[in-house]
């Protein structure tokens, strides 16, 4: 069988990492027109950059949780049953790799890489950045940015994308608030495909009425749970 995953941040709570729209949501602390968009950085490159290393700080004390672990067992125990997983993350935080999956795609980007925009090179990079942060590629000071996909930019690997989802047999969507498009799109372009659906949440989602199936629950339970169904029942 062949299963798309989207994940979004509900999936890390459990690391220790915020979501967004919740109460306590970083946007209910943080304005993203300040701090996520292409024109925040070019009018104030040190408040958008002071964001960033707060967040790359708090992401290197963070480990994955059971619904990381759980999807990487759902990767391994698919592709030993001759199907595929393809795991689609809205998260900038690499907890996905670090519990083990091997094909993660990173729609909005990643927040343990740099990326120069005067020679585009993308580099891994876990410490601060700021203005002076020469470019390892150029040596050019004062265009590194975070390699991360902000308000208005196009996201990443959208052909690959659409066609894996297109591919599948089931579409789940995990901790996502379902608010932010193309993303919260995917649920539609699935079921105009005759794709079976499927939410795991805390709560409904935005457009939870388009799910064929929802489980409801913090994704460190409610994950592992649905996997060890996917891997008993394909
Ligand atoms: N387990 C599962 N789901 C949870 C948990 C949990 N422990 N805690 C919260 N959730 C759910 C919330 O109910 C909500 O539906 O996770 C979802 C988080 O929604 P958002 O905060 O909107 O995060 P997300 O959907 O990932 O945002 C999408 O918006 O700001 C942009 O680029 C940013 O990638 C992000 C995108």
Redesign the pocket.
Known sequence: MNIFVLT????S??SGLG????KD?L?SRFD?MKL?TPEAFARDPDQVHAFYNMRRRNLMEAEPNAAHFALARLEAGLKEQGGKLFLCT??IDDLHERAGLQQVTHM?GELLKARCVACGAIMPWCEDLSVATPCLSCGDTGNLRPHV?WFGEMPLFMDAIYDALLEADLFASV??????YP?AGFVAEARGHGIRTCEI???P?DNARQFDERRYG???E?VPAWVEDMLTSS
């Open positions: 979004g941040a509900g999936v709570v459990a979501t967004f729209r919740d949501g946007w993203p996520a809205q998260n909005h996909v901790g996502t608030s379902g608010s932010v993303a949440n805390l709560e989602s913090p994704a460190s409610a």
